[in-house]
C-alpha cells in the first residue's frame, strides 16, 4: 500500500463525504462508511450494474481524457428509496502517467431534483385547488393514507410492485388524483344540486385530463393514478371500465384513501360521517368498489386513518392534538420539505 493511499485512509476515514479508491482495474480496495450507504463492495465488483460496473467503469477511464470521468446513476439499496448521485473518478497520483489507484467521490442530487420536479407540479395542484372546494388538508391526508396502506402492504409481502421508491412517490402522488379538475367548468364544479347526463359526462373527463397533466411527470405512477382512480374493482367504474387488477395498484390504493376522506367530510351535498360510519360504507362496497384485499388491509390498520385524519384535521382545535406514527427512515414528507423550501425563498 503506497503512501498516497495511506493518507487517503486517513483523511476520509471519519469524512461524511462518500469516498471509494479503486485499483487500476476496478476494484474496490477501501471505501468509508458514507460511501456504504449506497451500496457495498460487492456491487461495484459484480457485472450486473448497468453504469458503475468494472467493465463499463474501466471503458469510461479508457476513453476519458485525464484518466477522469463524471457520471450520474441510479442507485436502489434494498429497503431504502432510490438515490440519483454523480459518481466523479480521479488517478490518485497524479504524477503518475499510467495510475495504479484512483479515488471516486458522490454527490447525492436526491433531494435537489426531488424538490425541484415536485415544486413544479405542486403548483399544478395548488392551481386546480382553486377550482374546487377541497382544503389543502385533504390532499395532505389523501397522500398520508395513501402511504400508511402502503407501507402496509409493504410490510406483509405479497405485492412485488410495492417497494420503498412506490411508498416514497404515492405519498406525493396520491394527491395529485384530481388534478384534471383544473380543466372542468367552474358551473359543473360548483353546481350544488345533481348533475345532468351531459355535465357528468364532462365531468368525468378530469380523470382523462389529469393523466394528460401528469403525462410528463418522469414515473408513470402520476397519470395511472388521475386516469384510473374512479374505477371500480366490479369493472362499473369511469372512464374505461376496468375490473379488478387491470386497475394499476397505486389506483386502487388512492381510491380508498380518497373516499375514506369523502366520506369524513362535510360538503355541500352531504354531512361529514363518523370513522365507524365510513368504515362501515367501505366495509359494504369491498369487492364492488374497492380492492377486497386491500380493503382487508385497510380494515386492520383503520385506527391509523383516524389519527391522519385528526392530526391533519381542518379544525384548528383539532389539529395536531394526534401524532400521526412514525414511519421509517426512508420516508420523505415531500410536503414539509416543500413548505421548508417556500419559507426561506421567502427570507
Known sequence: MNDCIKQMFVLYKQSQIPVVIFSDEMEIIWNNTPFGKYFGKTSLEGENLSALTKTALRKKLLSSQGFSIRLQATISPADYISSIIVL??????????????????????????????????????????????????HIKRVGAYARRL?????????????????????????????????????????????????????MKQHTINGALILSN??????????????????????????????????????TIADVYDALRMKRSYKDAFSHEKAIEIIKSDSGKLFDP??????????????????????????????????????????????????????L
Request: one cysteine or more; glycine letters at 6%.
Open 217 to 254: 411527470y418522469p414515473d408513470k405512477m402520476a397519470s395511472e393514478i388521475a386516469r384510473a382512480h374512479h374505477e371500480r374493482w366490479d369493472g362499473s367504474g369511469y372512464l374505461f371500465g376496468l375490473e379488478g387488477e387491470d386497475i394499476p395498484l397505486a389506483a386502487r390504493i388512492t
Open 88 to 137: 466523479l473518478i480521479f488517478p490518485l497520483d497524479i504524477s503518475n502517467s499510467a495510475p495504479t489507484a484512483f479515488i471516486g467521490y458522490i454527490d447525492d442530487i436526491t433531494s435537489e431534483r426531488n424538490m425541484m420536479l415536485r415544486k413544479t407540479y405542486m403548483g399544478l395542484l395548488e392551481a386546480s385547488k382553486l377550482k374546487d372546494d377541497d382544503t389543502g388538508n
Open 293 to 346: 384485499a386491500l380493503a382487508d388491509i385497510f380494515f386492520s390498520i383503520n385506527e391509523s386513518f383516524l389519527n391522519i385524519y385528526n392530526a391533519l384535521s381542518d379544525e384548528p382545535d383539532k389539529s395536531g392534538s394526534t401524532v400521526i406514527e412514525d414511519l421509517p427512515v426512508y420516508m420523505e414528507d415531500a410536503f414539509d420539505d416543500l413548505e421548508e423550501i417556500e419559507e426561506l425563498e421567502e
Open 150 to 202: 402502503s407501507e402496509e402492504c409493504y410490510k406483509r409481502g405479497g405485492y412485488p410492485q410495492i417497494n420503498p421508491d412506490f411508498i416514497d412517490k404515492i405519498h406525493f402522488l396520491a394527491p395529485m388524483h384530481d388534478v384534471g379538475k383544473i380543466g372542468t367548468p367552474d358551473e359543473i364544479l360548483t353546481k350544488r344540486g345533481s348533475l345532468d347526463e351531459t355535465e357528468w359526462a364532462i
